[in-house]
């Protein structure tokens, strides 16, 4: 079965770094658009970034735009999202999925599989 698992989550303060991992397992990775949301509390989850299955097309959210790095490593069928000058507003549980890709462009909704998400937590 397709497992998605994030690493890299963590505490720290306003204008520090984190980076988060996610290992993919049980599917063919290049066939698929990896994407990354997250979820503050009593907030609904929404989209951080997402990377096309050759890693040639990118988006991000307007929040994170400047601030944060989508890759992917298709021979170790691993996702990475670098987030730099993090802000307190960017507390949240971080998500990474997968969707089997249809088009140029990664999805910023419709994922298929999705992992169990980490903490990021940034205080001020």
């Known amino acids: 079965q397709v497992q998605l698992v994030e690493s890299g989550g963590g505490s720290v303060q306003a204008g520090g770094s984190l980076r988060l991992s996610c290992a993919a397992s049980?599917?063919?990775?290049?066939?698929?658009?990896m994407g990354w949301f997250r979820q503050a509390p009593g907030k609904e989850r929404e989209f951080v970034s997402a990377?096309?299955?050759?890693?040639?097309?990118?988006l991000h959210a307007d929040s994170v735009k400047g601030r944060f790095t989508i890759t992917r490593d298709n021979a170790k069928n691993t996702v990475t999202l670098q987030m730099n000058r993090l802000k307190p507003e960017d507390t949240a549980v971080y998500y990474c999925?997968?969707?089997?890709?249809?088009?140029?462009?990664?999805?910023?909704?419709?994922?298929?599989?999705w992992g169990q998400g980490t903490q990021v937590t940034v205080s001020s």
């Open positions: 990377i096309s299955r050759s890693g040639g097309m990118i």
């Open positions: 049980g599917l063919t990775f290049n066939r698929y658009d």
């Open positions: 999925a997968a969707q089997r890709g249809s088009s140029n462009i990664p999805p910023q909704t419709g994922y298929d599989y």
